[in-house]
């Protein structure tokens, strides 16, 4: 299994600024995602982190928006930038240790709430 | 392509009773079917996950059923405790390639006491 924090947990942010969610595992992991979960909805891939290069994002996000980094092999971060109220969701990053099957992991998530 | 429908969006059972949720997948490269039950204020576990090379599997109180041909699956709760009270995520990846995960829509799920 992967045990992994999330920071913040939660926030209120102010609109026009930036944060930094971060990703931290308690073992390397082969892969690293991010995801968003907009109040009462699904689950949403923003994108996979890849380590040591440019992260790889999926239709409708964009790098400017959503910078990434994986620096090494257990932590990741996620920017969300410029935010805007429906910018408002759950940021959860997920892992696939590579270890232990195929199994995927979440975090518990950070919850943004932009006013 | 790429979807993965699930319903219904929410349902009620009463304590003991049997709740099914359905999944259909379009995209037949995927191959890998897990369920996530979701807690509130929590992220996704992994409930219980499946491979098309067999069409049913079970965990303790929760199987799956797959049927390849149909492109569905679903997932059946015996003796369904008010603690299963959450959110049912499907979702669907192709393990050979990025492992993306695809999610349904999602189940709240009531089980009344």
């Known amino acids: 299994s992967a045990v992994i924090s999330q920071k913040p947990s939660r926030d209120i942010c102010q609109r026009g600024t930036s944060l930094t969610i971060q990703c931290q595992v308690d073992s390397q992991v082969t892969m690293m995602f991010w995801y968003r979960q907009q109040p009462g909805q699904s689950l949403t891939l923003i994108a996979t982190?890849?380590?040591?290069?440019?992260?790889?994002?999926e239709s409708g996000f964009v790098i400017d928006k959503f910078p990434i980094s994986r620096p090494n092999l257990t932590f990741s971060t996620l920017t969300v930038s410029n935010m805007s109220p429906e910018d408002s969701s759950i940021y959860l990053c997920?892992?696939?240790?590579?270890?232990?099957?195929?199994?995927?992991?979440f975090g518990e998530g950070s919850w943004l709430t932009v006013v | 392509q790429q979807q993965v429908k699930q319903s219904p969006q929410s349902l009620i059972v009463q304590k003991g009773g049997i709740p099914i949720i359905n999944c259909a997948y379009e995209?037949?490269?995927?191959?890998?079917f897990p369920w996530y039950q979701q807690f509130p204020g929590k992220g996704p576990a992994l409930l219980i996950a499946?491979?098309?090379?067999?069409s049913e599997k079970k965990e303790g109180r929760f199987t799956i059923s797959f049927n390849k041909s149909a492109k569905q699956f679903s997932l059946h709760i015996m003796d369904s405790q008010p603690g299963d009270s959450a959110t049912y995520f499907c979702?669907?990846?192709?393990?050979?390639?990025?492992?993306?995960?695809?999610f349904g829509q999602g189940t709240r799920l009531t089980i009344n006491p």
């Open positions: 499946i491979r098309p090379d067999v």
């Open positions: 979702a669907a990846s192709m393990l050979s390639g990025a492992q993306k995960l695809v």
């Open positions: 997920s892992v696939l240790p590579g270890s232990s099957g195929n199994t995927i992991y």
């Open positions: 982190a890849n380590q040591g290069s440019e992260a790889t994002y």
């Open positions: 995209n037949t490269a995927f191959d890998y």
